[in-house]
């Protein structure tokens, strides 16, 4: 399909971790983001992975990245109170407006 | 600042009115993009600069929407005789390059 696709809704409890799916729409697109967005306020970036690679981890924050099933992932480890928000995956494509989201996964955690 | 900046930040009109808001792009941006985001959805696009020049358009939503920028810096979209379902918060990105897009704080609009 042309749409990027996320699960809505994710619930889990403070220090377990978070898994938030993606599944992207272009095979050629090169870089792959996702963002956090807190109530009220912009979108932040909080990593991105480039097409060739598999996994790239920063901190508590794991990316991977299934090219074949244009699948990608995010992994928040020990998830915390602050972490509730909603994050989109986004793709960068090479024609066209170049950066298409998904619709945002809310993440809500509980204590 | 060092980030981008939107103007303002809130906004309440009434139904027919014509609105402008503003985006001020990190200095030295060469992408500037406009998104709607409807309250509890996700990012639509609607407009794309590369310098001044706006080479994809094809999310502005009616000939109602129109905007533009001027010496590759400030860019105002414009909404003209507001609806009721223009209501979102509008935000603005920039991007060197293509590659990485930084977001300004968005801009509330209220079309009541």
Known sequence: GEDVEQSLFLSVREGDSSVINCTYTDSSSTYLYWYKQEPGAGLQLLTYIFSNMDMKQDQRLTVLLNKKDKHLSLRIADTQTGDSAIYFCAERRNYGQNFVFGPGTRLSVLP | ?112
């Open chain 2, 1 to 112: 600042g060092a980030g981008v900046s939107q103007s303002p930040s809130n906004k309440v009109t009434e139904k027919g009115k014509d609105v402008e808001l503003r985006c001020d792009p990190i200095s030295g941006h060469t992408a500037l993009y406009w998104y709607r985001q409807r309250l509890g959805q996700g990012l639509e696009f609607l407009i794309y600069f590369q310098g001044n020049s706006a080479p994809d358009k094809s999310g502005l939503p009616s000939d109602r929407f129109s905007a533009e920028r001027t010496g590759e810096s400030v860019s105002t979209l414009t909404i003209q005789r507001t609806q009721q379902e223009d209501s979102a918060v509008y935000l603005c990105a920039s991007s060197p390059q293509d590659n990485e897009q930084f977001f300004g704080p968005g801009t509330r609009l209220t079309v009541l």
